[in-house]
């Protein structure tokens, strides 16, 4: 019994590298665009990490005229400013911000379903 080797396993988690390089909401170089499901068929899209200098009321403004849908821009204490459209419009918000020359399409990551 005295030649038994007790190995203590550690504690593993999963999501150490992701949160080490690429921590999703923190990421300043990402533009994030992701879906929330919200009651029964409605959803809502949401796209945060623009740069400071771009203007978020005229980039909305022209989302919404673009897409036909209702949207606002809301201030989040962790995230900063933060751009919510209604419905998915995941593809094309990612679609119009390389367009208009906002953002490269490498710097995109679309998240959701």
């Not at 923190?26 to 949401?46: A, D, M, P």
Request: charged share 25%; aromatic share 8%; proline share 3%.
């Amino acid at each position: 019994m005295s030649d038994l080797d007790v190995q203590i396993p550690t504690t593993f988690d999963p999501f150490a590298d992701a949160n080490a390089e690429d921590s999703g909401a923190g990421t300043k170089e990402y533009v994030h665009i992701r879906v929330q499901q919200r009651n029964g068929r409605k959803s809502l899209t949401t796209v945060q990490g623009l740069k400071k200098e771009f203007s978020y009321n005229k980039i909305l403004k022209d989302l919404k005229k673009e897409f036909c849908c209702n949207g606002t821009v809301v201030q989040d204490p962790e995230l900063g400013q933060v751009i919510q459209l209604q419905g998915d419009q995941r593809k094309n918000v990612s679609t119009f911000l390389v367009q208009a020359a906002i953002v490269k399409k490498e710097h995109i990551k679309i998240h959701g379903f």
